[in-house]
């Protein structure tokens, strides 16, 4: 077991579980019932416990998968939803992760990695998608911790981390977050150039 391994896993094991807010978020809801090709092939990096994915499965998409560097996360997901098929549960680290996709969802994980990975998240994310792909989720849109995750940011830093490799067709404040982290979330949709 590596170190973010054990990080993640205390985390889950102490309930420090912030990120989580138990259900799909608004934002993310929103854009996944407004998606018609049920036969994407969609990943959830740093899924967590992954309500998204929880959310697309119940709703039809059934090539979904999320990766997570913990089992803990994708043994509840795999409780909480007995037919989602085991092996679109993926237990490694995102950065070894050999696939491609349609749709890549971002949820708190960016912020879980420490910025310095971030050009290498850029480039994954980038490797990852097949062409004409599409990178799609929530960014905090403000400071947030140095020195342990959740990192934060904002929209200049990430239009500038981004924009070599990706097309920004939306980037701004997310009109229906949570109550928790209204006017701190930017909703943002890249397409792979």
């Known amino acids: 077991m590596n170190f973010y391994e054990t990080f993640w896993n205390h985390k889950y ?11 799909v978020s608004t934002p993310l809801k929103e854009y996944i019932d407004q998606l018609s090709d049920k036969s994407l092939k969609i990943l959830i990096p740093g899924g967590g416990n992954s309500y998204e994915a929880e ?29 989602f098929p085991e092996k679109n549960l993926i237990h490694s680290d995102f950065f070894e992760l050999d696939d491609s996709f ?5 949820q708190t994980f960016f912020c879980a990695l420490d910025p310095g990975f971030r050009k ?11 062409p004409k792909g599409k990178l ?13 995750p959740p990192f934060g940011g904002n929209k200049e830093e990430y239009i500038s981390l981004f ?5 920004i067709e939306k980037m701004e404040t997310a009109y229906n977050s949570i109550s928790q982290r209204e006017g701190n979330e930017l909703f943002f949709k890249l397409s792979k150039k």
Do not use: C
């Open 55 to 83: 959310y697309l499965f119940n709703n039809g998409f059934e090539n979904v998968f999320v990766i997570d560097i913990s089992t803990i996360p994708l043994k509840n997901l795999s409780e909480r939803v007995p037919f």
């Open 120 to 130: 290498h998240y850029v480039s994954k994310m980038h490797q990852l998608l097949k």
């Open 136 to 148: 799609a989720g929530l960014l905090f849109n403000i400071p947030l911790n140095n020195d342990k």
């Open 13 to 23: 094991i102490s309930g420090e579980t912030g990120w989580d807010i138990g259900y």
């Open 102 to 106: 349609d749709l890549i969802f971002e």
């Open 163 to 167: 924009e070599e490799n990706f097309k």
